[in-house]
């Protein structure tokens, strides 16, 4: 099946900065790659999502971009705030099929 | 409108107990997954009901996990003789189809096998 990996697992920046997070997947087959956002003791949220016939989407501060060759996607949170932290998941899929979760980053943003 | 309801949101039980975990997915949506989530961890894929297909139960980690999906819409999860190991978050997430919908969790079932 699909493997999604995740990095960094802990991410630390101040308010203001930008926070990349990675993920590469295996499965080239894949061509569906959402974020969600989870803070505690709530599921996983929307965010953003990508298919894969787009290289780059923005959405406000928020902004995905994909490299089908390299099978990897990366997440960039622009003018962080605080409550930008929280939880962060990749995933990936294969239409029709289950969608494989990234581990996690837990971003934490400082004032 | 509502979203994706769990109940219970805690379940306590003792260690070699059955439980059962419900979920009420969105309205219309014929997608319904079940992921479990362990302390800090990812979310694992346990298992996928879409329609009326048979359901994807490549997840599940042991004979011990079953899950249903009656009339196309509540789903129970069911674990049989709970072990410690199975103390995890269970979400429940719906989607409107199988092409790539987005997923809609609800807040999940925390269980705690003592």
């Known amino acids: 099946g699909e493997n999604v990996e995740q990095h960094p697992s802990t991410l630390s920046v101040q308010e203001g900065d930008s926070a990349v997070i990675k993920c590469t997947y295996s499965d080239s087959a894949s061509n569906y790659f959402p974020w969600y956002k989870q803070e505690l003791g709530k599921g996983p949220q929307l965010i953003i999502d990508?298919?894969?016939?787009?290289g780059e989407k923005k959405d406000q501060r928020i902004a995905v971009t994909l490299n089908k060759t390299a099978k990897h996607f990366s997440l960039h949170i622009t003018e962080t705030q605080p409550e930008d932290s929280a939880v962060y998941f990749c995933?990936?899929?294969?239409?029709?099929?289950?969608?494989?979760f990234g581990k996690g980053t837990s971003l934490l943003v400082t004032p | 409108g509502a979203g994706v309801s769990q109940s219970p949101s805690n379940k306590v039980t003792e260690k070699g107990k059955d439980v059962e975990l419900r979920c009420d997915p969105i309205?219309?949506?014929?997608?319904l997954y079940w992921y479990r989530q362990s302390l800090g961890q990812g979310l694992e894929f346990l298992i996928y009901f879409q329609g009326n297909s048979a359901p994807d139960k490549s997840g599940l980690p042991s004979d011990r996990f079953s899950a249903e999906r009656t009339g196309g819409s509540v789903s129970t999860l069911t674990i049989q003789r709970t072990q410690q190991e199975d103390s995890a978050v269970y979400l429940c997430?719906?989607?409107?189809?199988?092409?790539?919908?987005?997923?809609?969790f609800g807040n999940g079932t925390r269980l705690t096998v003592t």
């Open positions: 997430a719906s989607s409107l189809d199988r092409s790539s919908s987005p997923l809609h």
């Open positions: 309205s219309g949506h014929t997608a």
């Open positions: 990508i298919r894969s016939n787009v």
């Open positions: 995933a990936a899929q294969f239409s029709g099929y289950a969608l494989n």
